[in-house]
């Protein structure tokens, strides 16, 4: 069964990278490529790390190493590229008609029926997120043409083509160890409820009586110089993202591919949502301590780093209003 699932892992790898080689000027076809030998990848080294007592751990701990470094550099590029789109959608979307959040100390400001605190709020944004949008667009252009860079010289290195090879004998010829000779039923188990554990235990850690609440009003922060309360606290719910993945692509190996759980692919999704709104906010963040930028584009990054912590806080409460319908028990 394991092996199965690892020779038809390692095929759609193989077909993945074949695709992206014949998708020549065709970014389009190059991305889709890409994004499937990224999956691909993930779900053989997160399989070869829940089930490496059933493997050659030596062969299994190399090969999962080298696929984490090809799915990393590959993922860059996309990365740069949806928080980009993220980022200065989210500067149109504020700098438009609705509420806008005041000044560092001011608290939020009156609806533009309400005076003049309004205006000047909406007009400081909008002044500034045309300057934040282009200040961001630099910064994220130059990274994800560094990435581009990066993940063509992957793509021709010795080091891809040794992992490519791998992979090819991989998908005929598993490594198992003398153990996973024993029946299905008997050795599978055990792999699959110490990933279940990991995660419930890493779930147990996280505070969902806090993230029960929408918005968290200290979500909202102004001072840049320094990582928010909220962001320190990123971490753990990151590290149960990557465990849901493991305890998904081990269901996989017990039901095929084809029959995920839907609520905890759900639960995923919203994971994949905080991570993307913390990632966002840590680059409105980084961009907002450039030297020397104007007062109006810091405050417009200040306004745009706290919509995408709010962001953050929405996810967590979407993740554990899931989590209270999730099919994952303590075994």
């Known amino acids: 069964m394991l092996a199965g ?8 790898f193989l077909r993945s990278l074949r695709l992206y080689g014949e998708s020549g000027s065709d970014t389009a076809a190059a991305a889709e490529a ?3 030998l990224r999956c691909s990848a993930r779900r053989i080294g997160g ?3 829940t089930f490496r007592v059933l493997l050659d751990p030596v062969w299994a701990d190399q090969l999962r190493t080298e696929l984490g470094w090809l799915s990393g550099t590959l993922a860059q590029e996309y990365a740069c590229t949806a928080r980009l789109h993220r980022l200065v959608s989210a500067l149109g979307r504020l700098s438009g008609s609705g509420p806008v959040p005041g000044p560092p100390g001011s608290g939020p400001v009156p609806t533009a029926s309400n005076g003049e605190g309004s205006a ?7 002044v500034g997120a ?8 630099r910064q994220l252009t130059l990274a994800r043409t560094r990435s581009h860079s990066a993940a063509l010289q992957a793509l021709g290195s010795s080091r891809f083509h040794a992992v490519a090879d791998a992979v090819a004998v991989l998908a005929s010829e598993v490594p198992l160890a003398p153990v996973a000779g024993a029946p299905a039923a008997e050795i599978l188990t055990a792999p ?3 990933a279940e554990r990991r995660l419930l235990d890493a779930v147990s850690a996280l505070p969902l009586a806090r993230a029960a609440h929408p918005y968290n009003a200290e979500a909202l922060v ?6 928010s309360d909220g962001e320190t606290q990123d971490a753990p719910w990151h590290q149960v993202r990557l465990l849901l993945r493991l305890h998904r692509y081990a269901q996989e190996v ?6 995920p759980d839907p609520v905890l692919a759900e639960a995923g999704r919203a994971l994949d949502r905080h991570r993307d709104a913390a990632e966002a906010a840590a680059a409105a963040a980084n961009a907002a301590r450039t030297p020397r930028i104007a007062p109006a584009t810091a405050y417009a990054l200040g306004v745009l780093h706290a919509d995408q912590r709010l962001e953050v806080e929405a996810a967590r409460y979407e993740f554990q209003r899931i989590w209270q319908r999730t099919a994952v028990t303590a075994p």
Do not use: V
């Not at 017990?254 to 029959?259: H, K, L």
């Open 222 to 227: 102004y001072g840049l110089a320094t990582p």
């Open 130 to 137: 045309s300057r934040a949008g282009a200040l961001l667009e």
């Open 34 to 36: 890409a994004s499937a």
């Open 5 to 12: 699932y690892l020779n038809a892992r390692c095929a759609d």
């Open 47 to 49: 399989t070869l790390h």
């Open 254 to 259: 017990r039901q095929g591919s084809g029959s």
């Open 120 to 126: 000047a709020g909406a007009g400081a944004l909008t």
């Open 192 to 194: 699959r409820t110490a």
